[in-house]
């Protein structure tokens, strides 16, 4: 099953995909209430166009990310003081988006030895709190983390291609570090 979305969709409340299937994203999602979420449980997310998931303080939480062409399609997350919860894969080691960029959170976490991360670039440009990674994470190009703490857990392994710069009071780093090209 496949649900296309093609237009952006905005409630005044929750946003919640809870079904089995995938969904090919090509437009925004907004969540417009106050403290509202973007919530997509057990269904994987195909990027056809750049998009943004933007909640008003609300959480956004999303199982597996990818797109069908590889090194295309930027995910842009705001959630405002909400914290953002991936706890699937965000494309893959053939086939990695173009870009993920979270511009504001509270917490932000690759959750769980599934999550692994492979973009061309990954920005997180404001959390204010923890920026966790459980899995894997190879970014073809620039790594760019500012948040108060950055947490990197046993048994991850981070690889780039890029610069890397870290903004924040504590750097936990329990994990390989890799930069190629520099």
Same mark, same amino acid.
């Given at each position: 099953?496949? /649900?296309v979305i093609g237009a952006k969709l905005t409630s005044g409340g929750n946003l919640v995909f809870d079904g089995v299937g995938?969904?090919?994203l090509g437009a925004d999602l907004e969540?417009?209430? $106050?403290? /509202?979420?973007?919530?997509?449980?057990g269904s994987v997310v195909r990027l056809t166009s750049d998009v943004s998931?933007?909640?008003?303080?609300?959480?956004? *939480?999303?199982?597996?990310?990818?797109?069908?062409?590889?090194?295309?399609?930027?995910?842009?997350?705001?959630?405002g003081v909400g914290n953002v919860v991936i706890d699937?894969?965000?494309? *893959?080691?053939?086939?990695?988006?173009a870009g993920l960029v979270v511009t /504001?959170?509270?917490?932000?976490?690759? *959750?769980?030895v599934a999550a692994t991360v492979d973009v061309d670039a990954l920005e997180v440009t404001s959390a204010a709190g923890d920026v966790q990674f459980d899995g894997v994470v190879a970014v073809d190009?620039?790594?760019d983390l500012n948040a108060l703490t950055v947490t990197v857990s $046993?048994?991850?392994?981070?690889?780039? /291609?890029?610069?890397? *710069?870290?903004?924040?009071?504590d750097v936990d780093f329990l994990a390989v570090l890799e930069v190629l090209g520099h």
């Open positions: 099953d496949v /649900s995938r969904i090919d969540a417009t209430g $106050s403290g /509202s979420a973007v919530d997509v449980v998931i933007t909640t008003n303080d609300g959480n956004i *939480s999303l199982d597996e990310v990818i797109t069908g062409t590889a090194d295309d399609h930027v995910l842009t997350l705001v959630a699937d894969n965000v494309g *893959s080691d053939t086939v990695e988006l /504001s959170a509270t917490d932000v976490s690759f *959750s769980g190009g620039n790594v $046993s048994g991850a392994t981070v690889t780039a /291609s890029g610069a890397i *710069s870290i903004y924040a009071n």
